[in-house]
């Protein structure tokens, strides 16, 4: 094998593409393994910062690693999260945990380059672009040290993370969920810069932005939530939903586990928290419906706003993809993100598969439907680290 050829190129170390590494090793079949990432940290990827619960308990980080015998999984035990999320098996942890956690797979492996010599790490390196060459391998550039290198490989997983969804507003004070989630405007919000606050989306993130924003950092000023629908909740089976008074339909439920908005739904703090607005327990918060504004109208019920947070989804970080001859390929999205098929290939615009690239993190990620259940009703992407761990594996490595 040439210096530069890979069996497989993992693009981005979050916690996607590291949550892999686990299954990789084992494969005896993989000789060379090269990972590519444009920080100086493997592993945490943007939940690292993000101060927030997981809508995962503790319990679910902890199930690749237990009652297994490699020295990965036996130093992983070893960690004070490991400790932390055994304590809190059935409880929503911090998020920054699961990314501390993560980090621990890439250090391990870094630092243990004789037990793991058929994986390359090479940090601050940035991947630039990919493509596809007539023996059907790929063809990565990255920079490092200001320098542009090229590597080759037969697979290639592609997770750079996902960008919000830009939405255009017509209000210049407005910023994304994840700045907001990682307390990028902690202080301006705690010294009362802003009287006025709109939360615009009804997802994860945007409850999650309400979590802090009233019960972190204890604004009391008047926020307003601008929603196209109403919340969706999680509940462990229909009998749950119904004592409960939660209205669902056929298409909310998960024909392989019965669990209602499976993938969709609101968990544990979020779902607690849910519970309480629409009971109307917050009381400087206000609940719009928008479905029905044309811009002007929702131009004037910004006027009234001096922050407005969007949290309208994710898509993922865009890779320049080239063909054969060098010509750019299109990859196929819809509003929620890259379209994967069953083995979370992407497809070109004009509907060909790219064989041996993968795509499954943030903004990418796997449909509901095959062997992954899911709710019918949902048209979002599953992510998330217990997918990446679980799912991913068995669909992309063969
Ligand atoms: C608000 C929110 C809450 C979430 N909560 C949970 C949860 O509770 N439980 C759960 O399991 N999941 C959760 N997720 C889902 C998922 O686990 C995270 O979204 C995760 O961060 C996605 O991992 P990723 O590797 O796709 O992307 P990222 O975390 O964004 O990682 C991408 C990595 O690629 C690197 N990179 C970017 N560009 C390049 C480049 N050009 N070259 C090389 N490297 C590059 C980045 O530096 C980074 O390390 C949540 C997501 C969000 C947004």
């Keep these: 094998m040439n210096k530069d050829d890979y069996d497989i190129i993992l693009c981005g170390a979050g916690p996607a593409n590291i949550s892999l590494l686990p299954d990789l090793i084992q494969k005896e079949d993989i000789h060379r393994c090269l990972i590519l990432e444009k920080s100086n940290t493997l592993g945490s990827g943007a939940i690292g910062q993000y101060r927030i619960t997981a809508n995962s308990l503790g319990g679910v980080f902890l199930e690749k690693f237990q009652n297994k015998d490699d020295e990965l999984s036996r130093y992983m035990r070893t960690t004070a999260e490991w400790a932390y999320f055994s304590e809190r098996r059935d409880e929503a942890v911090e998020l920054r945990y699961v990314g501390r956690f993560l980090e621990h797979i890439g250090a391990f492996v870094q630092q243990h380059k004789t037990l793991y010599k058929r994986f390359e790490i090479s940090t601050l390196s940035t991947v630039e672009e990919i493509q596809l060459s007539d023996d059907g391998r790929y063809a990565v550039r990255y920079t490092v040290d200001g320098q542009t290198r090229e590597a080759r490989c ?26 907001m989630l990682k307390g990028e405007y902690d202080e301006q919000i705690k010294a009362g810069h802003y009287q006025n606050i709109a939360i615009l989306g009804s997802s994860h993130s945007a409850v999650s932005c309400l979590i802090r924003l009233i019960e972190q950092l204890d604004v009391k000023n008047p926020i307003q939530l601008l929603v196209k629908r109403d919340f969706k909740l999680f509940f462990d089976s229909p009998q749950a939903a119904l004592t409960q008074g939660y209205p669902f339909v056929d298409a909310d439920v998960c024909q392989a586990s019965q669990r209602v908005n499976r993938y969709s739904g609101l968990r544990y703090d979020s779902f607690t928290f849910a519970r309480k607005i629409q009971r109307g327990e917050i009381p400087n918060l206000t609940v719009v419906n928008i479905a ?24 993922a970080t865009p890779v320049r993809v080239l063909d054969i001859d060098g010509s750019p390929i299109t990859l196929r999205q819809d509003a929620h993100g ?23 993190g943030l903004g990418a990620g796997i449909k509901t439907g095959g062997d992954s259940g899911g709710e019918e009703s949902f048209s979002g992407r599953i992510d998330g680290v217990w997918i990446y761990q679980h799912v991913v594996p068995r669909l992309t490595c063969h």
């Design 338 to 360: 890259l379209i994967v098929d069953h083995r979370l290939n992407p497809s070109t615009v004009s509907n060909r598969t790219l064989e041996n690239f993968h795509a499954f």
């Design 292 to 315: 029905a504004d044309d811009p002007e109208t929702l131009r004037k019920r910004l006027d009234s706003v001096d922050l407005t947070i969007k949290c309208t989804g994710f898509s």
């Design 154 to 179: 037969r697979k290639v997983m592609v997770n750079l993370g996902g960008q919000v969804n830009n939405v255009a507003l017509p209000h210049l004070n407005a910023i994304n969920s994840d700045a």
